[in-house]
């Protein structure tokens, strides 16, 4: 953290393409300190939260995200998670996320073998993690996707523990919020568009949040995500679970409020 | 002593595989009959200097089970060939 603001850094490799986006949602939409992150750097300059942003790194060669794991950064990443920093996986960075064992489970090609690219309806089925946190309880967002390989999949035992441990965090739904067959755009395993790994500090999800960020767009749900890290953060830093509770009560009344 | 490996990396059984699905139902419409369970996967090839066999096979899984297969998903076999 430099004073008040959050660091930011956004991971990119060769082949990334949504790096700028999340840059951009970070640094001009809210205000906080972003740094791009070079594949073949060593060093995470201090960030606060990393984000492993969407695209195509080195060309999905092998499978999506199997070459990145390796790159000199993501070992970095990993230690980072490993000492509960914060990690932030959109699409390709998803994917990334399962090769490097960071998540469990993998993306599967889409049932459809179609590249979906639309705007679909998540379901918030946990909103005690730091990255949901200010969403209501099984808040329905709208947020877009644009993936050939988001079909998620893990075996049984897997799936059991997501569940007891509630790290199923988004699900794709309709606008009512009913997990269907028809709301699931990839096929994805009981609907699953983003899980937590079971220390809660690493999220990886396949719809694109920085696109849903930026007012001009008309819809903002997808900064909820950053918006969570921020106060999560910042009630980190200054140690205080407890400002933490009456930040959010305080941000909830506003909200209620505002309407 | 080189050897040549021969990967085959496979979708596990129990994985719906739909670009498979895909090439079937295309080789039906062709109109060849009683044609099924059509399955892709990966073929590599790869050259790798061991002392003997076993070394070169026990390598070549390594590198199977750190890169060229998820084992969440894949299966893989290999065939060595001394060169």
Known sequence: MDGAKVKFGIVVFPGSNCDHDAYYVCKKILLQEAVFLWHKETDLRGVDAVILPGGFSYGDYLRCGAIARFSPIMQQVIRFAGEGGTVLGICNGFQILVEAGLLPGVLLRNSSLNFVCKYVHLRTENVETRFTRQCQPGEILSIPIAHGDGNYFTDDATLQRLRQNNQIVFRYCDAQGNCTDEANPNGSLENIAGIVNEQGNVLGMMPHPERASDPVLRNTDGQKIFTSVMRDVVTRSIGLEVADQSLMSAERGRRYVDG | ?83
């Not at chain 2, 895909?22 to 200097?49: N, P, Q, W």
């Open chain 2, 1 to 83: 002593m080189a050897y040549l490996a021969r990967i085959r990396v496979t979708l596990r059984k129990s994985i719906l595989d739909p670009q498979g699905k895909a090439v079937e139902h295309a080789v039906l419409t062709l109109g060849f009959a009683g044609v099924s369970h059509v399955r892709m996967g990966k073929y590599i090839e790869l050259c790798v200097d061991r002392q003997d066999k076993n070394e070169a096979r026990r390598v070549t899984e390594d590198v199977c089970k750190k890169l060229l297969a998820n084992p969440v998903m894949e299966d893989f076999s290999v065939e060595l060939e001394e060169l």
